[in-house]
Nanobody
Framework: QVQLVESGGGLVQPGGSLRLSCAAS????????MGWYRQAPGKQRELVAT???????NYTDSVKGRFTISRDNAKNTVYLQMNSLKPEDTAVYYC?????????????WGQGTQVTVSS
């Protein structure tokens, strides 16, 4: 079992920045690929960024160059630094964890944190 707790969401003006954090507990954090997803009202949940245990990263095209995902295995925490925020980034952001070796894949989710980009 893995428990994920997000923090850091809020209201920010266009062009501003936020840093989301996701604290994990309950298992060996370093064995999990971590990710951030988001869901805007009326839309499906979508992948934002992922980071593997070896720190390889992947981003959806719309956030490349603006968002950075990172992880600190000593703190069991994954971060999402969001810069140059746009109104279309408004969504509930969810932290995700999946063990890199165990199959079938099982996804763990946090409760979500709201990010609102508005003037």
């Amino acid at each position: 079992q893995v428990q994920l707790v997000e923090s850091g969401g809020g209201l920010v003006q266009p062009g501003g920045s936020l840093r989301l954090s996701c604290a994990a507990s309950g298992s060996i954090f370093s064995l999990y690929a971590m990710g951030w997803y988001r869901q805007a009202p009326g839309k499906q949940r979508e992948l934002v960024a992922t980071i593997t245990s070896s720190h390889s990263t992947n981003y959806t095209d719309s956030v490349k160059g603006r968002f950075t995902i990172s992880r600190d295995n000593a703190k069991n925490t994954v971060y999402l630094q969001m810069n140059s925020l746009k109104p279309e980034d408004t969504a509930v952001y969810y932290c995700n964890a999946a063990h890199e070796l165990l199959r079938p894949r099982y996804d763990y989710w946090g409760q979500g944190t709201q990010v609102t980009v508005s003037s």
